[in-house]
Each structure stands twice: as C-alpha cells, then as structure tokens.
C-alpha cells in the first residue's frame, strides 16, 4: 500500500518541528537497544574528507546514521570512558543514591591514579569532597582521581563500578565493549568502537540532559588549580555543549562532541565521534567539520506526529476486527537538502495478523524510499491492544481463514 506522505497532513519542514524535536531529545529513561541507528543508505550523500582514523556521525531527532568509517573497529576508549562512568553517576543521583552536596572520600587509590596520570583534579588523599566538584573535575579536567572517586562513592569499589559499567554496556546491546576500569587507562581488553560510544553518549545526553550543564562547563578551579576544559569547540561554536576528549598513545586524540542548532526555532541535535586524530587542534577541527556538514547538508522531515494512524490492518480472532498502526513519537527522516519531496513510503507487514496483540507490538515496517531508492526502514507498532476475541470470535474467524 503506497502512502506518499504528501497526502498526509502535507510536507512539514524544519519550520514545523518543534514539537516532535523536542519530545526526541527531552524523553525519558532509555531501555535497552533504544538507540539503534540506522546505517547510511547508499544515496546518502559523501562527507567531507575526515583525517582520523574512524568517526561517525549519528542524528538523534532521527536515529540516522550520517556518515561512518570504520566505526566498528575496536580502539582504546581512553577517556572517553568517562561517558560511561558519568551515565551511572547520574543514574546514581537520579535514585537517591547520591546526593550532589554529599561529600566523598578521596582514597589512597583515587589520589594515586590521579598522581601517576596526566590529567588530575589534585584532589588531596584523605580529604572529602563535595559529589558536585567531583563531577566537575571528571567531566571538566578529565580528572582520573575524580573519577575513581565517584566510583567507588556509586559502588563501594572500583571493581564493583566495573561491573556495573559492564552490565551497563550490555543493557544498551553494545557487542564490542569492555570495561576494565572507570577512568580509560589502558588496559588489556580495554575496547569500545565509535559507533558504541555514540550509543553511550546518546542515552547519556537524552536520560540526563542535566548533564549538558556540566560538559559546557570552558574551565574548573579546585584545590588552587584552574583547568581549561579539552574540548576546544566549546570556545568556537556556541552550539557545540559537550562531551569529551581523549587520549592515549594508542588511540591518539579523540573527541565525542555534540551540537544542537535551532532552524526556524526547531533544535536539532547530532554527535560525532572521531578517534585517531593527529593532534588537539586536529580533533577539533575535524569534529567542527563533520558537525557542519551534518548540519548543512540535509534537511530534517516529520512524516507523521506521534500516535498518528499510518496505516490500519484487519486483525483475525481478536475483539477488533483492525488495529491502527504508527509510532509512539513522531517520525522524523533526515534528508538531503532539498529532496524531501522524493520521499514515498510504503508498508509492509506479515498477514495475517493474529490477535492478542499488545499496544507497542511491532506488526509492520515501513520502507522509505528516496528518488526509487532505499533510504531507511522503519517498524510500526500496534496503537492500541487487541485482545483475543471469545471462543466463538476465534473459531468463526479460524473458519474464514480456511477459505482465503
């Protein structure tokens, strides 16, 4: 069944946005495997020439992926660990775990990482100090000695923070992620990809978008030690709010940033991960390159608002004779400036559909397609539940199935 969205409340553009933008980067907790972004179509048009390693380039209005290269290799996650310890550490706050007044001490063990790396918050062994500061010393100065401080305040120790993290990774589907400490000090089987950083730093951004206070934050003073934050883009592009740089002599420099830009008044929001830079400047330079080319080179188009009907189905043996189906957000495609009008859809499911169904029950999918080619597949789900109809219901409609 085509249905070429035009018929369908119109093309709405950037200009229209707001709404289901808003509700896309303001959701609430991520379940585990939300953020799959779908891989590039082969129509997507080329990025600029990146000069690191792997990068990737993920919009999170869409679930799109952008651009990529070898965004699957694993790589030393360095510091870039750190995204996942300040996960749990905000999901620790969010419990009632911790509190950001509560003071925390400072181990002999969180004081020596700190003293044998090169990036610290000179955090004083014995002293306590406020979940606040430390947050902002991790997050702000990549301080290591923060940084285990916080997971052993989270868990009681390190290697019961790395369970956690791991048991974290596994949650959100990460397949080639393995923790072996919370600070990224290299390690044996110390591994992550770009692409499963992105999916880190996405449900860290839409579960705690407090966070974002924190990882704008130019520069963090504590103990007499002012520090500039790394991340240089937050000095030259005001839409850029986080998150984290990275280095190990192994991964060289590495930089996960994230920009939202209003169009119109409508924001939307990417994340670019780039490891194997040649220098600071570089990372930075290439992330700001990458971020406006994903900014600049396409055009963001809402296909249908959340819950409207995209199409409805005949459901056999169930208490309704169809079912409505959709999305529970809105749908939103990312596209190549200027050819939103291009689009068509259609839909495809598995008949026949045999009731109970269950409200969010994937039934169908819905294939866009861009000038004739493929472009993204999307799965409906079921509106509403279809329970089973009674004895009688089912055996009459088990009759007429028998007749098709």
Known sequence: MSLFFARRRGLIWALGLQAGLLAALSSGPSVAGEWRFTEPSASMPAPPEIAARAFVLQDLATHQTLAARNADQRVEPASLTKLMTAYLVFQALRDGKLELKQALPVSERAWKTGASSATRSFLVRDSR?????????????????????????????????VERMNRQAQAFGLKNTVFRNPEGLAAPGHVSTARELSIIAAHLVTDFPQSLSYYSLKDFGYNGVKQPNRNLLLWRDPTVDGLQTSFTDSSAYGLVATSRREVAGAPRRLISVLIGATSPESRANESQKLLNW?????????????????????????????????????????????????LK?????????????????????????LSGQPWQDVPLTALDAVPSAGWLGRAWDALRLGLK
């Open 129 to 161: 100090v406020p979940v606040d500061d430390l947050l902002k010393g991790m997050i702000v100065q990549s301080g290591n000695d923060a940084t285990v401080a916080l997971a052993e305040g989270v868990a009681g120790s390190v290697e019961a923070f």
């Open 294 to 342: 994903g900014h600049g080179a396409f055009d963001v188009v809402k296909l249908f608002d959340a819950r409207q009907t995209v199409t409805t189905a005949p459901v056999w043996k169930g208490q309704s004779a169809d079912v409505r189906l959709g999305r529970p957000e809105p749908l939103l495609i990312v596209v190549p400036r200027g050819q939103g009008p291009s």
């Open 345 to 369: 859809t259609t839909v495809t499911r598995q008949d026949p559909l045999l009731a109970p169904i269950a409200q969010g029950q994937k039934v169908a999918t819905l294939k866009i397609t």
